[in-house]
């Protein structure tokens, strides 16, 4: 048995998905919402990154 020769692998840039989040909180707890969406955008340094086609 033969094996096949080994090719050259391409390995691309890594590239993000979309991908959300979903918060349940109390009636009229907006501002825990607010303030969990900023430190989640602050956390990961998302807040200014938009889709190539933007």
Do not use: C, N, W
């Not at 907006?30 to 200014?48: C, P, W």
Request: charged share 20%; hydrophobic share 45%.
């Amino acid at each position: 048995m033969q094996k096949s020769p080994k090719s050259a692998a391409t390995v691309s840039p890594i590239q993000k998905i979309p991908y959300g989040v979903t918060f349940i909180v109390r009636l009229f707890d907006e501002a825990i919402i607010s303030r969990a969406s900023l430190a989640l955008e602050k956390h990961f340094v998302v807040a200014g990154e938009r889709p190539p086609e933007f």
